[in-house]
């Protein structure tokens, strides 16, 4: 955020750059604020599986405890018996939340013109879960809390957003509604937006341990919105066996003077930067990273995500965890090659030892 005449506020309000050394599991927790509780029984419910693109797919539901149920879809090769590794897709935030698993799953739902963008811009027109699952692995994709079947319907976006915005576009409404009226909802309770959504991927998680056709080991991968829940399901679950962040790493303090605004309140749960640095959240678990940055990213400097990139790399060399970064010269998506190379490397920890 380009602070103008207040540029002096961040040193008057003594940013803190130096920060904990050994941020834990339980801090982090505590700047996720108050959750509900986790549900005893997940209430899973299935559909019958259907075939489309050569995979074999099985429509799910569960109930977090609160809200609307949550539509997703398990998928795997055709004609696969034994339990596979399982992947867990993290959709991308991308100001659109009519939608959620469509963004990155084709099962045969045309998206409307106004949304193909994303795939388009984001994915060059690949979309990662089919991609993932014809390599081998049993893909979960569900919508989380506020896109797709976890959205707040337009009917419930207060008068006053509209009367700002001066029209009814339901996705600018929506992203208005996260930071102008949900965010200050939770702040009531204590609560975050970051922790309820980390509170939905942990029960995704509880879900893919419990289906028959996912073996014990488990992966995380997300673009964007999705790179930044992977990092919190990092540093909230270290049994998961790798975990892929794309989009979604530079330090807060590079953020300060323009790129504030772009990001989600996802990405900033109350005083969190005042302990931890974003990267010190993925040095709390010993679980193999791959991080990939678009060096041409909208949403950070260059620098900030360089400055990033070495301090992960001395953690984990450090303490002699598995840490692979790249940088590419693309803006904020996840291409087809750098899709390519985080495939290949989850093949070599899932499929391959």
Not at 297 to 310: I, R, S, V, W
Request: net charge negative.
């Amino acid at each position: 955020m380009d602070l103008g005449p207040y540029s002096d506020l961040p040193n008057k309000l003594n940013f803190n750059s130096e920060k904990k050394e050994n941020f834990s599991r339980e801090g982090l927790f505590n700047s996720f604020g108050k959750l509900p509780e986790f549900p005893e029984k997940l209430s899973i419910k299935r559909e019958p599986n259907f075939i489309y693109d050569d995979l074999e797919i099985t429509p799910l539901t569960w109930w977090s405890g609160y809200g609307p149920e949550t539509k997703a879809f398990l998928v795997r090769p055709q004609n696969t018996k034994a339990p596979l590794p399982g992947i867990i897709y993290l959709h991308s935030h991308d100001d659109v939340k009519r939608y959620g698993i469509e963004k990155v799953f084709d099962y045969g739902v045309e998206l409307p013109d106004e949304i193909s963008w994303v795939r388009r811009d984001h994915y060059e027109n690949q979309t990662p879960v089919n991609e993932l699952a014809k390599r081998g692995f049993a893909v979960l994709v569900f919508d989380c809390f506020l896109w797709g079947s976890r959205r707040f319907p337009a009917e419930v976006i207060p008068a006053r957003l509209k009367e700002v915005l001066g029209g009814e576009d339901y996705e600018n409404l929506s992203v208005m509604h996260e930071s102008m009226v949900l965010s200050k909802y939770l702040s009531l309770f204590g609560s975050t937006l970051a922790g309820l959504l980390n509170f939905d991927d942990r029960i995704a998680l509880a879900v893919a341990k419990s289906l028959s056709e996912i073996s014990d080991q488990i992966a995380v991968v997300g673009l964007s919105g999705g790179g930044s829940r992977a990092i919190y399901l990092h540093a909230t679950n270290p049994e998961i066996s790798a975990v892929v962040s794309v989009g979604a790493m530079a330090t807060y303090e590079s953020m300060l003077e323009k790129h504030v605004a772009p990001h989600s309140w996802m990405f900033f749960p109350h005083d969190l930067a005042d302990k931890a640095d974003w990267p010190q959240l993925a040095m709390i678990s010993k679980t193999p990273l791959f991080v990939q940055f678009c060096a041409q990213d909208q949403l950070y400097t260059f620098a900030g995500m360089q400055n990033a990139d070495e301090m992960l790399k001395a953690h984990f060399a450090t303490n002699k965890i598995e840490y692979k970064s790249n940088f590419y010269k693309v803006k904020h998506s996840f291409t087809t090659q750098m899709q390519e190379e985080a495939f290949e490397w989850l093949t070599d920890k899932l499929l391959r030892n």
